[in-house]
């Protein structure tokens, strides 16, 4: 108990409640956008010794992981790479394990089936399609563990339309897909670890590889640590710190609901204090909702900050997410009687709107959490999903240390879309008593690089009907989704 007799809050990751594992990282790394992510994972690739296991929603062999500088040896397209250093590395084991409904798109997509093709004939490498999900459901997890000692973990898909830098210009000639096309801006976020978490996730992908394919993969033995596959140039964000993992499965045949992410949500918006940060493709979960009007009704409850899309990728998406986000701004905006609540979309410095894609959540300076799931019901208990979660411990010796980190982490995004400084913003945050609204609100700029309000829409009737359903984004395990499913079982 400190000094003044005040009881100390209890930390807020449980095991087997809001997260898998609490495991310790000696380094953990914050990495923003692909264009370090993608020369991240080529520099551990390259260090690999054992073994290398890329989870994922989507896999693209045709793009490029350095289009601008090549750091590295070896080709700088995916496929050929990994082909490449399968050849060099006579002992090195390759497992690939992409989304079974996603590999149907693929089937247009230029040489990609020629590559899967001829890794199935390699025995180094091993290309799966992982269909261990119940029908509509997606594997949406986006793991590369390599060697059990480097790991990582995020929103990051290694695919098309991904590249691209922190500065996120209007155009450039390098953000293009490989049939030449340019896409536009794109801010997206994942994690690096090691020592246990990396460990930890390296059970994790083996779980997922033995429900895919049933084959049984041995963890690698104590031998294996004699070579250290972390990215030279990659700098750590934190060292020596706890880290929890936490889980979204849908239940199937033979196996419970996994739905520790949609408890995580849940605590951590319960918990905080004075404000909540989300960077998030989707704001449809009313769920989440609610869970946040509660805490905005409350006379001394926090601000909460949504970074959002100006629209969601693709008609489906836009007709089903936008229009679940325009029905639960409306109710917002109705229960927040304290104006606490603000939602914005990034614009590049000529106006053109950045795709948020990334999945970050910050609560107060306590907890940062980064992963795959969104704000939205697949995520909370039909898709599969990991994200990464870091508290400051109350109490514990270096909880001064990692709220300092996990404080500098929120400045470092939110100084980005504002076209800022993080020291600026941390000055514009002393002014304004830790008011993240209000530090908004001093520096976000008419012109630039800024955040654009986003706004409720009217709907079509179409849209309304779609919102009324939850066939597009099914509700968690306690919704209508789970009902008819067992009403189904007992006819």
Same mark, same amino acid.
């Given at each position: 108990?400190?000094?003044?007799?005040?009881?100390?809050?209890?930390?807020?990751?449980?095991?087997?409640?809001?997260?898998?594992?609490? /495991?310790?990282?000696?380094?953990?790394?914050?990495?923003? $956008?692909?264009?370090?992510?993608?020369?991240?994972?080529?520099?551990?690739?390259?260090?690999?010794?054992?073994?290398?296991?890329?989870?994922?929603?989507?896999? $693209?062999?045709?793009?490029?992981?350095?289009?601008?500088?090549?750091?590295?040896?070896?080709?700088?397209?995916?496929?050929?790479? @990994?082909?490449?250093?399968? #050849?060099?590395?006579?002992? %090195?084991?390759?497992?690939?394990?992409?989304?079974?409904?996603?590999?149907?798109?693929?089937?247009?997509?230029?040489?990609?089936?020629?590559?899967?093709?001829?890794?199935?004939?390699?025995?180094?490498?091993?290309?799966?399609?992982?269909?261990?999900?119940?029908?509509?459901?997606?594997?949406?997890? #986006?793991? !590369?563990?390599?060697?059990?000692?480097?790991?990582?973990?995020?929103?990051?898909?290694?695919?098309?339309?991904?590249?691209?830098?922190?500065?996120?210009?209007?155009?450039?000639?390098?953000?293009?897909?490989?049939?030449?096309?340019?896409?536009?801006?794109?801010?997206?976020?994942?994690?690096?670890?090691?020592?246990?978490?990396?460990?930890?996730?390296?059970?994790?992908?083996?779980?997922?590889?033995?429900?895919?394919?049933?084959?049984?993969?041995?963890?690698?033995?104590?031998?294996?640590?004699?070579?250290?596959?972390?990215?030279?140039?990659?700098?750590?964000?934190?060292?020596?710190?706890?880290?929890?993992?936490?889980?979204?499965?849908? /239940?199937?045949?033979?196996?419970?609901?996994?739905?520790?992410?949609?408890?995580?949500?849940?605590?951590?918006?319960?918990?905080?204090?004075?404000?909540?940060?989300?960077?998030?493709?989707?704001?449809?979960?009313?769920?989440?909702?609610?869970?946040?009007?509660?805490?905005?009704?409350?006379?001394?409850?926090?601000?909460?900050?949504?970074?959002?899309?100006?629209?969601?990728?693709?008609?489906?998406?836009?007709?089903?997410? $936008?229009?679940?986000?325009?029905?639960? @701004?409306?109710?917002?905006?109705?229960?927040?009687?304290?104006?606490?609540?603000?939602?914005?979309?990034?614009?590049?410095?000529?106006?053109?709107?950045?795709?948020?894609?990334?999945?970050?959540?910050?609560?107060?300076?306590?907890? %940062?959490?980064?992963?795959?799931?969104?704000?939205?019901?697949?995520?909370?208990?039909?898709?599969?999903?990991?994200?990464? !979660? !870091?508290?400051?411990?109350?109490?514990?010796?270096?909880?001064?240390?990692?709220?300092?980190?996990?404080?500098?982490?929120?400045?470092?995004? @939110?100084?980005?879309?504002?076209?800022?400084?993080?020291?600026?913003?941390?000055?514009?945050?002393?002014?304004?008593?830790?008011?993240?609204?209000?530090?908004?609100?001093?520096?976000?700029?008419?012109?630039?690089?800024?955040?654009?309000?986003?706004?409720?829409?009217?709907?079509?009737?179409?849209?309304?009907?779609?919102?009324?359903?939850?066939? !597009?984004?099914?509700?968690?395990?306690?919704?209508?989704?789970?009902?008819?499913?067992?009403?189904?079982?007992?006819?």
């Amino acid at each position: 108990m400190p000094p003044d007799g005040r009881e100390l809050p209890t930390p807020l990751l449980a095991r087997n409640e809001n997260c898998w594992r609490i /495991e310790r990282a000696d380094r953990f790394a914050l990495i923003v $956008d692909a264009a370090d992510y993608f020369k991240a994972v080529k520099a551990a690739i390259l260090a690999a010794r054992h073994t290398v296991m890329l989870i994922g929603w989507d896999f $693209d062999t045709r793009i490029k992981l350095e289009p601008d500088v090549a750091d590295g040896e070896g080709p700088e397209t995916l496929g050929p790479f @990994l082909n490449w250093i399968a #050849k060099r590395r006579p002992d %090195l084991s390759i497992r690939i394990l992409k989304w079974r409904l996603g590999a149907l798109q693929s089937l247009g997509r230029g040489a990609t089936p020629l590559f899967i093709l001829n890794w199935i004939t390699m025995r180094r490498i091993r290309f799966k399609l992982d269909g261990a999900h119940p029908p509509g459901a997606a594997h949406h997890q #986006k793991l !590369v563990v390599i060697d059990d000692a480097v790991a990582f973990c995020g929103g990051i898909d290694m695919t098309t339309d991904r590249w691209d830098t922190r500065s996120h210009p209007d155009h450039d000639q390098l953000r293009t897909n490989p049939s030449g096309r340019e896409h536009g801006p794109w801010h997206d976020a994942t994690a690096a670890v090691d020592g246990a978490v990396a460990r930890a996730l390296g059970d994790l992908a083996r779980m997922r590889w033995e429900w895919a394919t049933g084959e049984r993969l041995e963890p690698l033995g104590p031998a294996a640590a004699d070579a250290d596959p972390w990215p030279s140039r990659l700098q750590p964000t934190m060292t020596d710190v706890q880290v929890g993992i936490a889980r979204t499965f849908a /239940e199937t045949d033979g196996r419970e609901c996994v739905s520790e992410i949609q408890r995580l949500y849940l605590d951590a918006i319960a918990a905080a204090r004075r404000s909540i940060y989300i960077e998030s493709q989707y704001f449809a979960s009313r769920m989440l909702a609610e869970a946040l009007i509660a805490r905005l009704q409350e006379p001394d409850g926090p601000e909460v900050l949504l970074i959002n899309p100006e629209s969601a990728d693709g008609w489906l998406e836009q007709t089903a997410m $936008d229009s679940a986000r325009s029905r639960l @701004l409306r109710l917002v905006e109705r229960n927040d009687p304290h104006g606490r609540f603000a939602i914005f979309h990034p614009v590049t410095e000529g106006g053109r709107p950045i795709y948020v894609h990334a999945k970050v959540m910050v609560v107060d300076d306590r907890l %940062l959490k980064v992963g795959s799931s969104n704000l939205n019901n697949r995520s909370l208990g039909f898709d599969s999903e990991c994200d990464l !979660v !870091v508290e400051a411990v109350p109490g514990s010796p270096d909880e001064a240390a990692t709220r300092a980190r996990i404080a500098a982490m929120r400045a470092d995004l @939110l100084a980005e879309h504002l076209g800022a400084t993080p020291a600026v913003l941390a000055a514009a945050l002393a002014e304004h008593s830790g008011s993240l609204l209000a530090a908004v609100a001093a520096l976000n700029p008419q012109t630039g690089r800024r955040l654009v309000p986003v706004r409720p829409r009217p709907l079509t009737a179409l849209e309304e009907a779609i919102a009324e359903t939850d066939l !597009v984004d099914p509700e968690p395990p306690t919704g209508p989704w789970r009902r008819f499913r067992r009403r189904l079982r007992r006819t």
